[in-house]
């Protein structure tokens, strides 16, 4: 039996001269990757017409090719050592040909299925939907209980709420830096007491209906009361108290950790007091600009649509920090940031913005989604 075995094995080998080893060692990966490459570029090439005119059928097709994207690069890697092994075994090719094929299918197989998913995600993937100032559509007077409860009732993913601190270091919601404008008193939140500042009636601008300004500890209650998440933007003033993120934390922290709100503002320093408290919610720069010095643990910028800039972006994405857009309040402001991929959207009026996204997910181009596929690959360079 052992000796037919080794007969077996002396057909079975061939004597192959050293340049031929070598040449065959690299074109087997080099023809593989070929074929790889030039099908994937044919299918970057032909999906636009795919896309105009069988777009009933595109979003699975893309869904396909992005699974074959990467699992087919398997077959190339184990058809590659098969050869190799042949090569340094000096064993003919044709023995046991089958086995690359049949262990490269069983890795595919949950590599297609992964990317596969992770494609549909990408698909169904929009920005978040903020309601600035707690408004929708001019549905209330801005940071007030009313317009955060018939907001609420449309169900933005956040509610945009501004806050001060007042006289007696509580701390109220409210939005313009004094009360000119909208109650005709001469006065910052900040010279005024809790107490004063929630007995006044302003009226809204923007919509002419009247409201009363709420304290931060009543706001906050109906918010977990209606389980709507918060983002606080934290309002600074230059009489605020020294120890003004410290009070804030001290009462607030845990709840807001709890009910998952989060934290903005425009005040570089005030955010890095707050990231010195290692907070578990999340936090933002409202900026147009990248620091001089990083904000460790800062989750991200909330920035003008309009003044985001590439590099700004760049930095931003390279970084990976989320972008909170605002205020977009038009299609071409929607369709822009959702090209951009920003993380969530600051819009007065939620419906409109909730249904502007959809169309563009029904209408998505997914020669473009395909454009990306291979662009953050690095080694498609004619695209």
């Known amino acids: 039996m052992t000796k037919r075995h080794g007969l077996t094995r002396h057909r079975n080998r061939v004597k192959r001269p050293t340049w031929m080893k070598i040449f065959i060692c690299l074109l087997t990966p080099l023809v ?5 490459y030039l099908i994937n570029l044919g299918i970057y090439y032909y999906l636009p017409y795919i896309n105009s005119h069988f777009l009933q059928y595109t979003p699975l097709f893309y869904f396909i090719v992005c699974g074959l994207l990467y ?44 990317y596969f998913k992770q494609a549909q995600i990408e698909v169904d993937k929009l920005p978040q ?11 209330a007077a801005e940071n007030t209980i009313q317009a955060l409860q018939l907001t609420s009732q449309d169900k933005p993913d956040l509610v945009e709420i501004d806050i001060y601190e007042t006289a007696d270091l509580e701390f109220v919601v409210f939005h313009n830096g004094t009360l000119v404008e909208v109650a005709n008193i001469y006065k910052r939140p900040h010279d005024l007491t809790l107490a004063e500042l929630t007995q006044i009636t302003f009226t809204d601008p923007s919509s002419g209906i009247e409201g009363t300004i709420p304290s931060f500890d009543a706001m906050l209650d109906e918010a977990e009361k209606l389980g709507q998440k918060l983002l606080i933007d934290f309002k600074t003033y230059k009489a605020d108290s020294p120890e003004m993120v410290d009070n804030f934390l001290a009462k607030y922290q845990s709840r807001l950790e709890k009910g998952h709100h989060q934290v903005q503002s425009s005040d570089a320093e005030l955010m890095r007091k707050i990231l010195k408290h290692s907070p ?4 933002f720069l409202i900026s147009n600009s990248i620091l001089e010095h990083d904000i460790p643990g800062l989750t991200g910028y909330s920035v003008p649509l309009l003044e985001l800039t590439d590099d700004l972006y760049s930095y931003l994405v390279i970084n990976n920090k989320k972008i909170y857009a605002w205020t977009i309040n038009d299609s071409q402001g929607v369709l822009n940031a959702e090209f951009l991929e920003v993380n969530a959207i600051i819009t007065d009026y939620l ?16 020669s473009f989604l395909y454009y990306k596929q291979l662009y953050n690959l690095f080694i498609f360079p004619m695209i």
């Open 32 to 36: 593989g990757f070929g074929i790889w």
């Open 71 to 114: 699992s087919g690069l398997i077959p190339i890697l184990f058809i590659s050592l098969w050869v190799w092994g042949k090569i340094i075994s000096e064993e003919k090719m044709k023995v046991r040909f089958w086995r690359p094929i049949v262990l490269s299918l069983v890795v595919m197989v949950p590599i297609f299925v992964h």
């Open 129 to 139: 939907i903020i309601a600035h100032r707690s408004l929708n559509n001019k549905n």
């Open 280 to 283: 578990k919610f999340e936090t």
């Open 351 to 366: 419906g409109k913005t909730r249904n502007e996204l959809e169309e563009i997910k029904k209408d998505r181009d997914y």
